[in-house]
């Protein structure tokens, strides 16, 4: 369950599983960013030219829900792949990047709108 596991332990279990299959070789920051581009791709391909009648079919549907789940484990599998890698702490990360967002976007400003920052 997501309020019982840390990223830390994420983290673990995507390192036993590589290391297992002697796979480290083959992680190198290229290969899991693109790693990570495919499988976000793979998400992707699931919504594409849907409706939003069909997402919501997709998102009821057992067996496409399911598809679309496994799609985001793998995104978030190489993410926590190139982070364990790489020695990157997604919460001081993540935490940096909101600060930085929150100055290019503040909510006064950004509230209800998807404009980019340079488009206000």
């Known amino acids: 369950m997501d309020d019982n596991t840390t990223i830390k332990e994420l ?3 995507v390192k ?3 290391e297992a299959r002697d796979w480290s070789q083959y992680h190198n920051p290229k290969d899991l960013a693109i790693g990570i581009s495919t499988e976000a791709n793979e998400l992707l391909e ?3 030219f849907k409706s939003e009648d069909e997402i919501n079919e997709i998102l009821k549907n057992s067996n496409k829900r399911a598809r679309m789940e496994n799609e985001v484990a793998d ?3 190489f993410i926590l792949r190139f982070a364990q890698m790489n020695d990157i702490d997604l919460e001081t990360t993540l935490k940096r ?3 930085i967002n929150k100055k290019k976007y503040p909510a006064d400003l950004f509230k209800g709108s998807n404009k ?3 488009e206000i």
């Open 116 to 118: 980019k920052y340079d």
């Open 16 to 18: 036993k599983f590589c």
């Open 11 to 13: 983290k673990n279990i």
């Open 97 to 99: 990047k909101v600060k």
């Open 46 to 48: 699931i919504f594409r």
């Open 75 to 77: 995104v978030l599998f």
